[in-house]
């Protein structure tokens, strides 16, 4: 008799336990990050912002620039952006982590697939700049770059 009542704690544990570890993974799973909004990169090209790349103008001298990374390039891979302007980007990567560096600029972050990744620069001063991968993402790492002019 004393056997079956334990047997039925032990069993309660149990059931206790799975739910708890159940309802944590739940929650882990729907509470994404804020500021990492998901994007399938199976159907980026039919994501917004996604299926519309480039520079996009959204108020005064404020644009949104929208950007697809993949091994070994970016789409598109030459922005002009007029002097001044604040850009918000808005990319992701359809395959690999990549990273997103603009040389001289603080615009260094990364492209992770499923995420679009955002951050936002004001562009002070005309030039050219590059833009690099400067996170390893295989042979053709090397050759991952864009230019953007600033004029
Ligand atoms: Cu893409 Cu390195």
């Not at 032990?10 to 500021?35: D, W």
């Amino acid at each position: 008799k004393l056997e079956k009542v334990w047997l039925a704690i032990g069993f309660i544990t149990l059931v206790a336990f799975l739910t708890t570890v159940g309802i944590q993974a739940f929650a882990s799973g729907q509470g994404a990050p804020s500021g990492l909004t998901k994007v399938d990169p199976e159907n980026v090209e039919e994501t917004p912002p996604f299926d519309d790349p480039g520079l996009h103008q959204i108020g005064e001298n404020e644009y949104e620039l929208v950007m697809i990374l993949q091994s070994y390039g970016f789409t598109p891979n030459e922005v002009t952006i007029p002097e001044g302007a604040t850009v918000h980007f808005k990319i992701t990567s359809k395959d690999v982590v990549h990273g997103f560096e603009i040389a001289g600029t603080t615009v260094n972050m990364m492209a992770t697939p499923g995420h679009v990744n955002e951050t936002t620069y004001t562009f002070d001063e005309a030039g050219s700049f590059l833009i690099l991968c400067n996170e390893y993402c295989g042979t053709g790492h090397h050759l991952m770059s864009a230019e953007l002019e600033v004029e």
